[in-house]
């Protein structure tokens, strides 16, 4: 990693775990935390101006094609569906009938779910307006930094896919260290099982890393990862519950167990991200047999590129 890309991955670190920390101590509870998902894009962006090798509009920003939104949007179900199908069918998982898809609109849990059920493909009728737009600028933030800024920028410089996921994943999985503590879940863990969490948050997260990456570079399009990303923790959210608040979904368990973001959905995610580690690995040897569609959001000139991985 260049000089450039190191300090952004210190200064992102310390800035987040600074703001997470300080949120903490002073009992300022999750607000700040999501305001913190802001800071990662803030400095790439500042970064990228600031940058003579570097252009805002090298990130993609193009619209993904119909068929990566279906991707972006049906994957996440499959996802969180595999972690709900395992957590039911070894007793962790059980209706929650505190939802409110138990008492609102009917008094009839099946007819809510079918009314309910549009919701889980088009975000914004479950979400208030200003959530929905805060969720959008967040997600489109972390995505923004990690896959546009971090990831593009190694994966152009390096000509290695793989090696740019790694990095970048680690640094995410870094940035996300401070959730252990201030989530009231896993605060309140005993150390083998925080031990237990901690490990395999790793993997998944290098995992997921694999699969928004893998969509990036195929879609040319930072809002496919985004879309991606943003289904993923509404789904997770609505059925298996929040770590962040200890809120239960629709589905009621031990959330640090069988949340999506538990110890089975992390599981789970690591396995999902197998896939995608050899599809990362198929296309990095097309892209050095040939130059061709996956440097389109990598950089907007080939040659420039495989000159830079070679020098």
């Known amino acids: 990693m260049n000089r450039e890309l190191s300090w952004y991955a210190v200064l992102v670190l310390a800035l987040s775990w600074t703001a997470a920390v300080s949120a903490g101590l002073l009992g300022l509870g999750q607000g700040p935390m999501t305001a913190a998902m802001a800071l990662p894009m803030l400095l790439a962006l500042a970064f990228v101006l600031a940058s003579k090798r570097d252009r805002l509009s090298a990130i993609g920003w193009k619209a993904p094609g119909i068929v990566w939104i279906l991707v972006c949007v049906l994957l996440p179900i499959l996802q969180i569906g595999v972690v709900v199908g395992i957590g039911r069918s070894a007793g962790l998982l059980s209706l929650n009938r505190e939802h409110f898809a138990f008492h609102e609109p009917t008094s009839h849990v099946w007819l809510n779910l079918i009314v309910l059920a549009p919701a889980m493909f088009v975000p914004f009728i479950l979400l208030p307006l200003p959530n929905f737009i805060l969720g959008w600028l967040n997600h489109l933030g972390e995505e923004f930094a990690w896959r546009g800024y971090i990831f593009r920028r190694l994966a152009r410089e390096n000509n290695n896919l793989v090696s740019a996921v790694l990095v970048s994943g680690a640094v995410w999985w870094a940035w996300h260290l401070p959730m252990f503590w201030l989530s ?47 289904f993923w ?39 999902f991200g197998l896939v995608f580690v050899a599809l990362m690995a198929s296309e990095q040897k097309t892209r050095r047999a040939k130059i061709g569609s996956p440097y389109r959001v990598l950089g907007e000139n080939p040659a420039s590129v495989e000159s830079a991985g070679t020098s």
């Open 184 to 230: 009231p879940v896993l605060s309140a863990l005993r150390p083998p099982q925080l031990g237990l969490t901690i490990t395999l948050s790793a993997p998944a997260i290098l995992a997921t890393a694999f699969m928004y990456s893998w969509v990036y570079v195929r879609s040319g399009s930072i809002w496919a990862p985004t879309i991606m990303h943003l």
């Open 233 to 271: 923790n509404l789904y997770r959210g609505t059925l298996t519950g929040r770590l962040a608040d200890g809120e239960p979904g629709l589905f009621a368990g031990d959330l640090w167990l069988v949340n999506g973001e538990g110890v089975v959905g992390m599981i789970v995610a690591a396995c």
